[in-house]
C-alpha cells in the first residue's frame, strides 16, 4: 500500500549549491536547493528562484552566475547564506567565503567549494513565485586533489552537501552502491 501525499517537492537527494551572481563588490551570493543539470548538449543548469530574490537581480544584470558546490564542511555557511538576504549584508563577509576569479565570466566563484561551475545564462522561465533559470555551463573547476588522471572527480573526497527537504536537514552522500551501466545488465533476460 501506498500513501497519497499530493503535489510535493521530495525528490533525494538534493544538491545545495551556493550560486553567486554580481562583479566587483556587488556581489550576492545563496544557497539554492532547487537545481539540477538540465541537459549535456550544451552543458547546462536549470534551478528555480523565487522572483525577489535579490541574486536573481544581479543575474538579470549581467547573464552570468557561478554555481560552487560545497563539501559537508561549509554546512553552516551554506545555510546562512540560504537564510539571509543579501540585500542589507556582505555574505562574503559573515561566513568568511572567498570570491576568487573565474577563467570565462566575470562573476567570481568560492574558493572554499571544491566544485565549481560557470554559468551563462541562456533562458528563464515563469513558475509561478519561481523562476526557472537555465545556464550554460562554459567552464567548471575542481580541486586538483579530487580529480583522477581521465578527469572523474572523487566524489567520496567531494564530500559534497545535500539537502533533505522533508525533514529540512543537511546530509552528505552515503557509500557507492553500483556501478552504473553496469548492474542493470543482470536483469537482462539471458540467451
Not at 545555510?79 to 542589507?88: E, K, T
Not at 577563467?103 to 523562476?131: D, K, W
Not at 552537501?161 to 552504473?180: F, M, Q, T, W
Request: aromatic share 6%; proline share 8%; hydrophobic share 40%.
Amino acid at each position: 500500500m501506498k500513501r497519497r501525499l499530493g503535489p510535493t517537492e521530495r525528490l533525494y537527494p538534493m544538491p545545495t549549491p551556493l550560486i553567486v551572481a554580481g562583479i566587483g563588490d556587488r556581489l550576492g551570493i545563496m544557497a539554492v536547493a532547487w537545481i539540477a543539470i538540465a541537459g549535456s548538449t550544451p552543458s547546462s543548469i536549470v534551478m528555480a528562484m523565487r522572483s525577489t530574490r535579490h541574486t536573481l537581480s544581479l543575474i538579470r544584470e549581467t547573464g552570468e552566475f557561478t554555481v560552487n558546490v560545497p563539501s559537508v564542511s561549509l554546512a553552516e555557511a551554506v545555510d546562512y547564506c540560504g537564510i539571509v538576504s543579501g540585500r542589507n549584508t556582505d555574505k562574503f563577509a559573515d561566513t568568511g567565503l572567498t570570491p576568487v576569479p573565474s577563467a570565462v565570466v566575470a562573476t567570481p566563484i568560492v574558493e572554499q567549494c571544491p566544485l565549481n561551475f560557470e554559468c551563462r545564462v541562456m533562458s528563464e522561465v515563469p513558475n509561478g513565485e519561481y523562476v526557472l533559470v537555465i545556464g550554460e555551463i562554459v567552464e567548471t573547476h575542481v580541486d586538483e586533489e579530487l580529480v583522477d588522471e581521465a578527469g572523474r572527480i572523487d566524489i567520496d573526497a567531494l564530500d559534497p552537501l545535500v539537502y533533505i527537504p522533508a525533514s529540512r536537514e543537511y546530509r552528505g552522500l552515503g557509500p557507492k552502491v553500483a556501478d552504473a551501466f553496469k548492474i542493470g545488465r543482470a536483469v537482462a533476460p539471458k540467451e
